[in-house]
C-alpha cells in the first residue's frame, strides 16, 4: 500500500513538472476548461437548447466528436499489435503508450456521450442490477458495455504495467498477457458496436449501408496512427525515451493503405448510392451538390474527398514517409484533421437531411456548443498529456521507486 | 371535394402577437408569484430526490406508484396554481386502438394539431412542440410535373435517341423529398390544388423506436399504444433517430407551458407535463380513449376525416373502413406495422 502511494505521488510530481513550452500547453488548455466549465454549467442547467441540434437533426457536435474519439481508440491497438502479437522488440516499450492512447479517447468519448444525453443525471438507469438494459434490442447498450469494458481493461493494463516497472518486479505474463490480448480484440469491438448504433437505423439512408463498420476502421486506422506519430515525433524530440525510424515507418505504412482501403470503402458505397440515384441516395447528393440553394456542406465535401486522396498519393512517395521533420508530421496533421471535421460535415449533419418528412435543415452549431466540445477535448488532452509524461518517465527509469532494483530489458 | 364541406380559417396573425406578448407577462407574473410564494426549499429538494431514485414505473410495486402519483399531483398543482390529477388507469382489455384518416376528405386546417396541443400540454414555445405535422403537397407534382415533361433531352446513342432522360422530371428528387412541405400559412383552406397529409406517431406493431430505447422508457402497451416513462427517459434521442415517420419530440429545453392553458386532467404515460430532456409523443390521447372517449383530434376534425376505434371489434368504425376503402399504410417498406391506416373513399 506504501508503494501505491509512493506510485501516485511519485508518477504526479513527475508528470506535472516540465518546460516552458510544456506549461504553455497546459495552460493552453486550462483556458478552455475554465470556458467550458461555464457552458457546461449552462447546458446542465437550461438543457441542450442552447445547443444547435433541432428535432430535424438530433445528432450534435458531440456524438460527431465521439465517433471520432472511438476511431483514436480503435486505433490504439495498432500500437499493441506489432508488439505483442508480432513480437516486435523495439514496440514493446511503446505499448503501454498506446494503451494510454485508447484510455484517454474512450474517456473522452464517454464524456461526450454524457453531454448528448438531455438527462445526464438519469444515466444510472444503464447501471445493471439498478436500470434496466434493453438487450439484445438496443445497440446503444451494447456500446455502453464495450466502452466501459475497453475503458477498465486498459486502466487495468496500464496501472499493472507502469506500476510493476515502478517498484522494479518483472510483470506476471500469466494475468498481463491474456488481458492484452482482450484489449487487442476489444478495440476494433468497440468501433464495430459504434457503427452498428448508426447502421441501425433504416431510416438514416446515408447510414444504413453495410460498409459503415469498414469505413469506420480505415477511417481509425488513418486517424489513430496520425496522431500515434505525432505523439511519437514529439516524444522522440523531447524526452529520452528512443522511439526507432522503423516503428513510425510501419504507421505511416498503415495510415497510407487504411486511406487506399478508405477510398474504396467510400468509392463503392458513393458508387451504388448514385448509381441507381434512388431516394435512399438524396442525402448524399444533398451533401456533394446541395439542393435548391442548401449547400453548406458542399464544399466541405469536396475539400475533405481532395485531400483523402491528395494525403493517400502523398503518402505513397518514400520520400515523404521519410521526412520526420517536416512532412510526415504535416501530412499526418491534415490527416487527423480532416478525418475529425468529415465527422460532422459529412457523416453526421447531411445525414438528417431531409428527414423522414422531406425536409431539407442545415445545421449551426452554437458557441456553447463549441465550447462544450473544446472543453471535454481539453479534458481529455490534459489527461493524456499528463499519463504520457508519467509513464515515459517510468520508462526511461527517471521514475522509480527507491527500493527497485534494475529488471532485465528495462531501459534501452 | 365539395363546396360545403370548403372552410374558411381566419388567421388572426395582427392579434398573435400581441396575445403571445400577454401570453408571456401572464407566465413572468405567475413565475414571479410562485418565486415569493415558494416554500422552504428542503421540501423542493427531497421531492427532487424522490423523483430521480424512482425506478422505471412499470417495475414499481402498487405502493410505489401510489406514493410517486401523489408526488406527481402535489407537484403539477403547486407549479400550475390549479388542482391536477394525475390518472393511472390501466390498458383496457381486449382492445387494439386503431386510427383510419381519409386524406380525401382532409382539408388542411390543422385543428387536429390545435386540439392536439391544447389536451397534451406540449411546450407552446422554446421549443414549439407539435405531434401532428400536416403535410401539403401540390397536385400532380408527386414526383412528376406536367409542365417538365418536355423538358430535359433523352441520352443520344448510335441506335437513336432513346437512352434515359437527362435532366427535367429526371432531375426531380424522388419519394418524399422536395415535394411536401409543413409550414403553409394560406389565407385559407383547402388551397385549390393541394391535398394534405396529416402525419403522427402510426402507433407502430414493431416500432423501431421501442427497439433501439437503451432503458426501456418506451415500449407498446397492451392497448398496442406506445407510451414513454417521462421519468425513466435519460433522453438519448436513439427513438427520435430510429423513427421514419418524424413522430418524436425532444424537449430540449424547459417546456414552455402557460399556467392558464394547461389541462390539468393527466395521465402518467400520456400529457401530464413533461420535464426539460425527455422525448415525449402522440398517445393517441391515452388518457382520453383508456376511458372510452375519443383523442382530440378525432373530436375536432370538422370534416370528419378521423376514424378511430378497436380493431379486435369487427362492428367498430375503423374495422369498417379497413373492410370497405381503399386503405394504404405510411412507409409500408420499413415493416414497421403501422395502426394508423390513410385511406380514400
Not at chain 1, 156 to 180: D, S
Request: aromatic letters at 14%.
Amino acid at each position: 500500500m506504501k508503494k501505491m502511494i509512493s506510485f501516485v505521488t511519485d508518477f504526479v510530481s513527475y508528470a506535472i513538472k516540465g518546460g516552458a513550452k510544456y506549461y504553455a500547453w497546459l495552460l493552453f488548455l486550462l483556458f478552455f476548461v475554465l470556458v467550458g466549465a461555464y457552458t457546461t454549467f449552462r447546458q446542465l442547467t437550461e438543457g441542450l437548447i442552447l445547443i444547435g441540434a433541432t428535432d430535424q437533426g438530433m445528432w450534435e457536435l458531440y456524438m460527431s466528436n465521439f465517433i471520432f474519439t472511438a476511431h483514436i481508440a480503435a486505433a490504439a491497438v495498432l500500437v499493441v499489435i506489432p508488439a505483442y502479437i508480432y513480437k516486435r522488440k523495439d514496440m514493446k516499450e511503446l505499448a503501454v503508450l498506446g494503451e494510454i492512447i485508447a484510455l484517454s479517447f474512450v474517456t473522452i468519448g464517454i464524456l461526450f456521450i454524457i453531454y448528448h444525453v438531455g438527462r445526464p443525471e438519469r444515466m444510472w438507469h444503464f447501471i445493471p442490477g439498478l436500470g434496466y438494459f434493453n438487450i439484445p434490442n438496443s445497440m446503444l447498450d451494447f456500446d455502453v458495455i464495450v466502452l466501459n469494458v475497453y475503458l477498465i481493461v486498459n486502466l487495468v493494463a496500464v496501472f499493472y504495467l507502469l506500476y510493476k516497472k515502478y517498484i522494479g518486479q518483472p510483470i506476471n505474463k500469466k494475468y498481463y498477457t491474456p488481458l492484452i490480448y482482450l484489449a487487442v480484440a476489444w478495440g476494433p469491438l468497440i468501433h464495430i458496436c459504434t457503427a452498428y448504433v448508426l447502421s441501425s437505423n433504416a431510416r438514416m439512408h446515408s447510414w444504413a449501408t453495410a460498409v459503415l463498420p469498414f469505413a469506420f476502421l480505415s477511417m481509425a486506422g488513418a486517424s489513430g496512427p496520425s496522431l500515434i506519430i505525432i505523439i511519437f515525433l514529439l516524444i522522440r524530440k523531447y524526452t529520452r525515451l528512443q522511439i526507432d525510424d522503423a516503428v513510425i515507418d510501419l504507421f505511416s505504412q498503415i495510415i497510407a493503405w487504411s486511406l487506399g482501403i478508405l477510398l474504396l470503402v467510400l468509392s463503392s458505397e458513393y458508387f451504388t448510392e448514385l448509381y441507381s440515384s434512388t431516394e435512399h441516395a438524396a442525402s448524399i447528393k444533398y451533401n456533394m451538390f446541395g439542393h435548391n440553394g442548401l449547400n453548406a456542406y458542399v464544399p466541405w465535401f469536396w475539400l475533405t474527398m481532395v485531400l483523402i486522396v491528395g494525403s493517400f498519393i502523398m503518402l505513397l512517395i518514400p520520400k515523404i514517409r521519410k521526412s520526420y521533420n517536416r512532412f510526415l508530421p504535416a501530412v499526418c496533421a491534415v490527416v487527423f484533421l480532416v478525418v475529425l471535421f468529415e465527422k460532422p460535415v459529412i457523416l453526421v449533419f447531411p445525414a438528417f437531411v431531409p428527414n423522414p418528412l422531406g425536409e431539407y435543415t442545415e445545421y449551426y452549431p452554437t458557441l456553447v456548443e463549441y465550447f462544450n466540445m473544446l472543453f471535454v477535448w481539453a479534458v481529455g488532452f490534459i489527461g493524456l498529456t499528463l499519463l504520457m509524461k508519467g509513464a515515459i518517465g517510468i520508462l526511461t527509469g527517471e521514475v522509480r521507486h527507491p527500493d527497485a532494483v534494475e529488471v532485465k530489458g528495462g531501459v534501452k | 371535394m365539395s363546396e360545403e364541406r370548403k372552410e374558411t380559417i381566419e388567421r388572426d396573425d395582427g392579434n398573435e402577437t400581441r396575445r403571445d406578448f400577454l401570453k408571456t407577462m401572464g407566465v413572468a407574473t405567475v413565475a414571479g408569484a410562485a418565486a415569493l410564494m415558494a416554500g422552504p426549499a428542503e421540501a423542493e429538494a427531497k421531492e427532487t430526490f424522490a423523483e430521480w431514485f424512482q425506478t422505471h414505473y412499470a417495475l414499481m410495486t402498487d405502493e410505489q406508484k401510489k406514493e410517486c402519483i401523489e408526488r406527481l399531483e402535489t407537484r403539477y398543482s403547486e407549479e400550475f396554481g390549479k388542482k391536477t390529477t394525475v390518472s393511472e388507469s390501466p390498458a383496457l382489455k381486449g382492445v387494439l386502438f386503431g386510427y383510419a384518416l381519409n386524406i380525401q376528405k382532409c382539408i388542411g386546417c390543422r385543428r387536429c394539431v390545435q386540439a392536439c396541443v391544447t389536451e397534451n400540454n406540449q411546450s407552446r414555445h422554446d421549443p414549439e412542440i407539435q405531434w401532428i405535422r400536416v403535410l401539403k403537397m401540390e397536385k400532380g407534382s408527386f414526383a412528376f410535373s406536367a409542365d417538365k415533361l418536355d423538358k430535359g433531352y433523352p441520352e443520344t446513342s448510335p441506335i437513336g435517341d432513346y437512352g434515359i432522360q437527362v435532366g427535367g422530371n429526371a432531375y426531380t428528387p424522388v419519394g418524399i423529398s422536395g415535394e411536401t412541405q409543413h409550414y403553409y400559412q394560406p389565407e385559407t383552406v383547402p388551397e385549390k390544388d393541394a391535398f394534405y397529409f396529416p402525419v403522427q406517431c402510426q402507433q407502430c406493431e414493431k416500432p423501431p423506436c421501442v427497439k433501439v430505447c437503451p432503458v426501456r422508457a418506451t415500449y407498446r402497451d397492451p392497448n398496442g399504444i406506445v407510451v414513454i416513462d417521462y421519468n425513466w427517459c435519460i433522453g438519448c434521442r436513439m427513438c427520435l433517430l430510429a423513427c421514419p415517420y418524424w413522430a418524436r419530440r425532444f424537449n430540449w429545453g424547459k417546456p414552455n407551458l402557460p399556467p392558464e392553458e394547461m389541462n390539468p386532467k393527466t395521465h402518467y404515460y400520456g400529457n401530464r407535463p413533461r420535464m426539460r430532456g425527455v422525448m415525449e409523443k402522440c398517445t393517441f390521447c391515452l388518457q382520453r380513449v383508456r376511458e372510452g372517449r375519443y383523442p382530440a383530434c378525432v373530436e375536432a376534425c370538422p370534416v370528419g376525416a378521423r376514424k378511430f376505434g378497436n380493431l379486435l371489434d369487427p362492428g367498430s368504425e375503423v374495422r369498417k373502413v379497413l373492410d370497405t376503402k381503399r386503405v394504404f399504410r405510411f412507409k409500408e417498406e420499413y415493416n414497421t406495422f403501422p395502426k394508423f391506416f390513410y385511406f380514400i373513399d
